[in-house]
């Protein structure tokens, strides 16, 4: 018997394919009707046998397009009307309540990059191909719904051929909004600096708008490139700074340049083969780097892969990605051949300056963001010309409009216990952002019988209140919330930064406009100096503060739908807590809306506040003077390096002068890195500790190796309260670190292999971790465990304390959608602020 049905398709269902997707499933399964894009979904009309209507449906949700994500697929029985055909519709630009998803910007799939490489493609060499299957989304969009006149592809009419392909629904390309060619689209343009000197004036922009034209260009940056020039490069959420990543001199001037002096390179390969070559890369570190995100992946060099010095120095791992975007694919195709052609042999010598260094026979690109140091990537062609003038020689550029700035996301895979591989976020931009995360289900709250009150206990609909989430200073991101989702913005970065806080601004106003949501509180951190609380405070919106690492725990919770209570792990470098001093190393008993603080590190002296932090010496005499060892041998070498500022950092803190206390376990880590020698002028932030962790070296795999564990114990001792204390501001114990510095002391002064002894370090967090959950457990019976923080970056920390907690029985939470460094705090803020607005709500009866 016929039936007629309206679906309605929630998700990532617009720019993906998806209506020709349901087309052809609508032919093969003899259904008739339509299917049409609006602002709050794909809606279908499909008309056909039961059984076949039935099929249909499950494969909606089922089989869907692989950029696609089906979040919801609602179903009502209608009356039928006779339709004869199957047909997809314009999409409605009529006035709704809500909008649908955005699909990120994804990589050219392999359809496309085979057509690009085909010298019998009309497409071929075009540096913007792409189909409903791949390319710009997001970073192109200006409204919904998702059409061609509602993206900067608006400014380039197809020509007959495209518009042919656009319009068939039968084609790859079928409504692919930014689908071009040489005749009709986007081009590369070119300009460097006069007489090939870096300081002269840039020359005339020369454009590609034949391939002939184009392949000019490219040869031209490809030269560039091989001569030890530094190129900027357009990609697709902003300008990347290229070098030869085999060249270190060219290395060694981007530095320079970018005034990025030791931070590691990211670099672009071909191929997985490529990377194999370089790195050890695992079957799920293989699925994420040839994903359509494309992220950079953390992999671990092979210790006999030769790299150019000034890449990655002294670090374990390598941030590698693949091309993305076509552009990329002809650059780093036409690089590897001319370097073959002109350094044949399996290793090459070339470019080191004072020592050239062998290179091995894989074309890497350096592939860095287009900033100034501590700026915003630049996207905009003339801005990049200003801002990227002292550092590039040649700008390739184009004429598509970037709408939205994006970095590069970062992540590594991880070990997780018995749950075997997990991938890790270590900034979250391109790909991922703006995919929605889940809130906690909004449901009714009970009285003490267990009777429902307050909102939706009549059985109704609750629609929970428009959040807008500030997050943090540092590593910033912001989130949005509406009905049971919270947009999470891409990476924006330090806020301190006044060219970042207005691109802060411009995002916020981007996602409120695109997914129409007009915020009706905000949620920001407690610390009163930081832009975004005194941003929160102007406005006329009720404010919610969420303490730093509070927001930290819950942001892993609510990834995992946890409702609490959990023992939270919080270990940072730096957050406003509720007594005012700086946190960091910080035990919470905690749920959704509120948390007990049952215990931290001890209290140190931080002489000079935040010039302990770039000095991390300061932090290490800061370290000793409380636990009472500035008189250990194993002191001598800290305290000769410090000279004269010992004195004045005893000064500081027998006068309490602008030494703040923290209970930071990311300073404890600067610290004994200081004290081992290892990092004593940081170059970035986390050197000392991502160097501390370096240093462990091949004893990271040992695992019958002698841990020291008595001596380096954390011990775990009753604190102290006043009459004004609370569960907020005081903890119930304290973890004290004192032994497990005086044990590193007596290792460093015995000569003690530095390797070892950084193990011994990181095992004794690895021992506390468990000891305090255990105590949490057999106090409160909780049976969860989260960790999160930046300190949870440190691969060997977090795998060995999942590993051990699992051991121990425990369940264990750790950020999974988001970074657990502060690119999850808006989330957590969200969340938390969520979670006060369900309550407040049933406080009042509503």
């Known amino acids: 018997m016929i039936e007629a049905l309206d679906i309605q398709v929630k998700g990532i269902v617009q720019g993906v394919g998806f209506r020709p997707f349901v087309y052809r499933l609508a032919k093969k399964y003899l259904i008739n009707g339509w299917v049409l894009n609006a ?26 397009p692989a950029a696609s994500r089906v979040e919801e697929v609602t179903l009502k029985e209608v009356p039928l009307e006779n339709f004869d055909t199957f047909d997809i519709r314009f999409s409605d630009a009529g006035a709704v309540d809500k909008t649908t998803l955005v699909s990120p910007d994804l990589a050219t799939c392999d359809d496309c990059a085979w057509e690009l490489f085909n010298p019998n493609d009309r497409r071929y060499r ?12 997001f970073t192109i969009i200006e409204k919904l719904p998702y059409d061609r006149k509602s993206t900067s592809m608006k400014d380039f009419p197809m020509c007959e051929r495209c518009a042919a392909e656009y319009g068939d629904p039968l084609d790859r390309r079928f409504h692919a909004q930014p689908d071009a060619c040489f005749v009709c689209g986007p081009h590369v343009s070119w300009c460097e600096h006069e007489d090939g000197d870096s300081e002269a004036p840039l020359g005339p922009v020369t454009w590609g708008r034949t391939r002939e034209e184009s392949d000019t260009i490219l040869t031209r940056a490809v030269e560039l490139l091989l001569a030890g020039k530094i190129v900027a490069v357009k990609g697709l959420g902003g300008f990347h700074l290229v070098c030869d990543a085999g060249n270190a001199e060219a290395l060694a001037l981007l530095r320079a340049r970018k005034r990025r002096r030791g931070k590691a390179f990211a670099v672009m390969a071909s191929d997985v083969a490529a990377v194999r070559r370089l790195c050890a890369v695992s079957e799920v570190e293989e699925g994420v780097l040839t994903s359509a995100q494309r992220p950079i992946v953390l992999l671990r060099k092979h210790d006999d892969a030769p790299f150019a ?5 002294e670090l374990p791992e390598l941030g590698v990605m693949l091309p993305y975007t076509p552009l990329q694919h002809l650059l780093l195709h036409d690089f590897s051949k001319e370097l073959a052609a002109r350094f044949p042999l399996r290793t090459r010598t070339r470019g080191g300056g004072k020592g050239d260094s062998a290179v091995g026979e894989v074309p890497l690109l350096v592939m860095t963001s287009g900033n100034l140091h501590d700026e915003p990537i630049v996207t905009d062609d003339a801005e990049a010309s200003v801002k990227l003038f002292g550092v590039a020689d040649g700008f390739l550029g184009h004429d598509r409009a970037i709408r939205a700035r994006y970095d590069d996301s970062v992540v590594r895979v991880i070990r997780a216990g018995s749950t075997g591989e997990a991938v890790q976020f270590i900034r979250r931009a391109r790909g991922y952002a703006p995919l ?18 307050g909102p939706g206990a009549d059985g109704t609909a609750v629609a929970p209140p428009f959040i807008f989430a500030t997050g943090p200073e540092q590593k910033n991101t912001f989130a949005l919330t509406r009905d049971g989702e919270a947009f999470v913005s891409q990476h924006i970065g330090d806020l301190e930064n006044a060219e970042t806080y207005d691109a802060w601004l411009a995002a916020k106003d981007r996602y409120e406009a695109l997914f129409e949501i007009c915020p009706t509180r905000v949620a920001c951190d407690l610390h009163p100096e930081y832009l975004t609380t005194k941003w929160a405070h102007d406005q006329e919106l009720p404010v919610v503060e969420v303490q730093h690492h ?13 409702s609490g209570p959990v023992c939270g792990i919080a270990f940072d470098g730096t957050g406003y807590g509720a007594d005012g001093a700086l946190w960091g190393g910080e035990v919470l008993l905690a749920n959704l809306s509120a948390f007990e603080r049952f215990a931290n ?4 002296p931080m002489p000079g506040g935040a010039a302990a932090v770039k000095h991390p010496l300061r932090m290490a005499y800061g370290a000793l003077w409380a636990f009472d060892l500035l008189d250990h041998p194993g002191a001598h070498n800290m305290l000769a390096a410090l000279g004269e500022q010992a004195d004045i950092c005893e000064q500081m803190i027998d006068r309490d002068l602008n030494t703040p206390l923290t209970s930071s376990a990311g300073r404890l880590f600067d610290a004994a890195s200081a004290l081992l020698g290892i990092c004593v002028e940081p170059t970035y932030e986390g050197e000392p500790a991502i160097l501390l962790e370096a240093a462990i070296g091949a004893f990271a795999e040992q695992d019958d190796y002698d841990s020291a564990a008595e001596r380096y114990a954390i011990a775990v001792t009753k604190n102290t309260a006043t009459a004004a204390s609370t569960a907020q501001d005081t903890s119930v114990v304290l973890l004290d670190a004192a032994g497990t510095f005086r044990a590193l002391l007596d290792d460093f002064a015995a000569g003690v292999p530095v390797s070892l002894v950084a193990r011994r370090f990181h095992d004794a967090f690895v021992q506390a971790i468990v000891d305090i959950s255990l105590l949490v457990r057999g106090v409160y019976d909780i049976e969860t465990v989260v960790l999160t923080g930046g300190v949870f970056m440190n691969r060997y920390l977090v795998e060995h304390a999942l590993a051990a907690l699992e051991v121990a029985g425990f369940t264990v939470a750790v950020n999974r959608d988001l970074p657990p460094n502060d690119g999850c705090i808006s989330f957590g803020q969200a969340v938390v602020a969520w979670a006060a607005s369900k309550e407040n709500a049933a406080n009042a009866g509503v």
């Open 550 to 562: 509070f927001a930290h725990v819950v942001s892993a919770m609510a990834e995992h739908q946890l």
């Open 601 to 604: 590190l001890a209290y140190l």
């Open 39 to 64: 602002a709050d979904g794909v809606f279908i009309h499909a008309e056909g046998e039961g059984k076949l209507l039935d099929e249909f449906v499950l494969e909606l949700s089922d089989n869907p």
């Open 309 to 313: 010095p000034g890449l990655a120095d």
């Open 436 to 453: 929605p995360l889940s809130l906690p289900k909004w449901t009714p709250a009970t009285d003490g019988g267990g009777a429902a009150v």
């Open 126 to 137: 075009y540096p913007f191909i792409n189909c409903t299957n791949c390319g710009p989304r």
